[in-house]
């Protein structure tokens, strides 16, 4: 036994290779892939090695002859697994480009530490629509507003049947492979990813609910491979008080998001010292502030249409990021976890952009908004101002009149 650990300890790197097909002479090749399980048979021979025979010996007798037990193929699985590539995506919704930076300049931000650890851009494109559905829609599918059909809110007319979702895909490319979706806003788990398709696919109230959540599951679950966490309080904020980085509610939101991310950050952190390969990818679904301060609906603006993308891990380009956009997500997430891309007619739009900076433009796409979305979106502000407005004059119309009306005196 001894003889065949240490046989197998010496020559565990090589590979055996003939001089030519005719021969039967051979070499030894060095072969860089076998360094993974030297390193964990060398763990287990040192083990075995040192210990007295019978102290060896006893637990193997107590083993049944035909038992298929192996603690080396145990080990090997196991620093297989742990080399398993993984994918964290983090949508934060209706985040600015120039927010983003903001709060990218702070020490502690989860931002700052991906542009300085991976691919990073301001300059992120969602498309011709800054509305949440087909922004979501795209980044999750891969596949442009024109082919997935959804072009508002409403989801109506919607084609999201014959576009696999990121999820969805992995499933089906491996059942095994757990997969997990954590947010805020319903149809991302209602229509988008559509419901019982990942392995834990909840939805919540509160970010700080979501939140909680995804460190719970980065934390506990060691078979997980692919987690989806949708924030929504940067959204929120800037319909209530404005999209604009003058706006210190919106501005707060955005930095408590990305202190959120940092976290998770930091809880990769560990798995990833333990062998975990892990592509962490974060970005938005659409700026605002452009067409309107508390809007952004169905808006040709840039500031609308424009936010952040930053990637880190697995085969990434670190540097700025040119050309980059939402269709870029899926393809990315979806090349690292090596499931395969479809072709012809069903090829996605989106590339992996990050590992190959070189790629070509992404597909143009052609679709608009629906007319009551664009309608509604400048309709909004100004039912607004003429609320305003006729409370105004309301009250002017009160107090006049109450003040030229003569009290009653008593008699």
């Known amino acids: 036994m001894i003889h065949h650990i240490s046989w197998w300890l010496i020559n ?9 097909e005719y021969e ?23 083990i075995l090695l040192s210990g007295s025979p019978t102290s060896v010996a006893s637990p193997i007798e107590e083993l049944p002859q035909d038992s298929s037990y192996d603690p080396l193929d145990e080990l090997l699985q196991t620093i297989e697994n742990a080399a398993a590539p993984r994918v964290m995506v983090i949508g934060i919704d209706g985040v600015r480009s120039d ?66 979702d990121l999820i969805d895909r992995v499933e089906r490319h491996n059942s095994s492979l757990k ?5 805020y806003w319903a149809p991302i788990s209602e229509l988008i990813i559509g ?9 919540y109230e509160e970010d700080a609910e979501v939140h909680d959540r995804a460190v719970e599951i980065l934390r506990e679950d060691l078979d997980l491979d692919l987690l989806f966490v949708g924030y929504d309080d940067p959204d929120y904020a800037g319909h209530v008080h404005g999209f604009s980085p003058d706006v210190s509610e919106y501005v707060d939101a955005v930095k408590l998001a990305d202190d959120r991310f940092a976290e998770l950050l930091e809880i990769l952190d560990e798995r990833i010292s333990r062998g975990e390969d892990w592509l962490v990818i974060v970005t938005s679904d659409h700026g605002g502030g452009g067409s309107t301060l508390r809007g952004h609906s169905a808006s040709s603006s840039e500031v609308d249409l424009t936010t952040f993308m930053m990637v880190r891990g697995g085969d990434t380009v670190a540097g700025e990021m040119y050309g980059s956009v939402v269709v870029d997500v899926a393809v990315t997430a979806l090349t ?9 007619e069903d090829t996605l739009d989106g590339r992996p952009l990050a590992f190959q900076p070189d790629s070509d433009a992404a597909r143009a796409v052609n679709c608009s908004a ?24 309301a009250s002017f119309i009160f107090f006049k009149r109450r003040k030229s009306t003569p009290m009653n005196e008593e008699e």
């Not at 565990?12 to 030519?20: E, G, K, L, Q, R």
């Not at 419901?195 to 696919?201: E, S």
Request: glycine content about 8%; some cysteine; overall charge negative.
């Open 99 to 164: 927010v983003a930076q903001i709060s990218a300049s702070r020490d502690d931000s989860g931002f700052a530490r991906m542009v300085s650890e991976g691919a990073w851009t301001y300059d992120s494109k969602v498309g011709p629509i800054s509305i949440s559905g087909p922004s979501w829609s795209s980044m999750l599918t891969g596949v442009w507003c024109d082919r997935h059909g959804v072009r508002g809110n409403s989801f109506e007319n919607h084609k999201l049947d014959q576009h696999l």
């Open 370 to 393: 629906p007319l009551v979305e664009v309608t509604f979106s400048y309709i909004v502000p100004i039912v607004q101002i003429g609320i305003v407005l006729v409370l105004a004059v």
């Open 336 to 344: 690292h976890l090596e499931v395969p891309l479809p072709n012809g």
């Open 195 to 203: 419901p019982g398709i990942a392995d834990v696919q909840e939805r």
């Open 24 to 46: 039967n002479t051979y070499f030894m090749v060095f072969d860089p892939r076998s360094m993974r399980s030297l390193w964990a048979t060398f763990v287990v021979g040192l």
């Open 179 to 183: 997969t997990a979706s954590l947010v």
């Open 12 to 20: 565990a790197p090589f590979t055996y290779s003939s001089v030519n």
